[in-house]
């Protein structure tokens, strides 16, 4: 499966984006998918992911309340809605997605095999 994310920018503190993510090549039905981050010098950190059912999601604690994951299965997309940004949430941010994720695994980016091409969200204060 190949992923294509897309939807980061330039916005002010306070502001929204949202983040896209397609998947080629397969059906994301049945697929855990997760949003990760990477701020310079700094290492990936986990953002949000749902499980293979789409039944549950979780969030890292600097973003629940603020970010939300959902899933168009239709259009085999999977978005990052972000509200209220700050300046902490600048980042390169990679959307990733793999079959056999299980619940426990969710915030692990190393159980995640599909990566796609990451996509720059920069907040300015």
């Known amino acids: 499966v190949q992923l294509q994310a897309s939807g980061g920018g330039g916005v002010q503190a306070g502001e929204s984006l949202r983040l896209s993510c397609v998947a080629y090549?397969?059906?994301?039905?049945?697929?855990?998918v997760g949003w990760f981050r990477q701020a310079p010098g700094r290492e990936r950190e986990f953002v949000a992911a749902s499980t293979r059912t789409g039944g549950g999601t979780v969030y890292s604690d600097s973003v629940k309340g603020r970010f939300t994951l959902s899933r168009d299965n239709a259009k085999n997309t999977v978005y990052l809605q972000m509200n209220s940004l700050k300046p902490e949430d600048t980042a390169v941010y990679y959307c990733?997605?793999?079959?056999?994720?299980?619940?426990?695994?969710?915030?692990?980016?190393?159980?995640?095999?599909?990566w796609g091409r990451g996509t720059q969200v920069t907040v300015s204060s």
């Open positions: 090549g397969r059906t994301l039905r049945g697929v855990a």
């Open positions: 990733a997605a793999d079959a056999s994720v299980i619940s426990s695994s969710l915030r692990n980016d190393i159980a995640y095999d599909y």
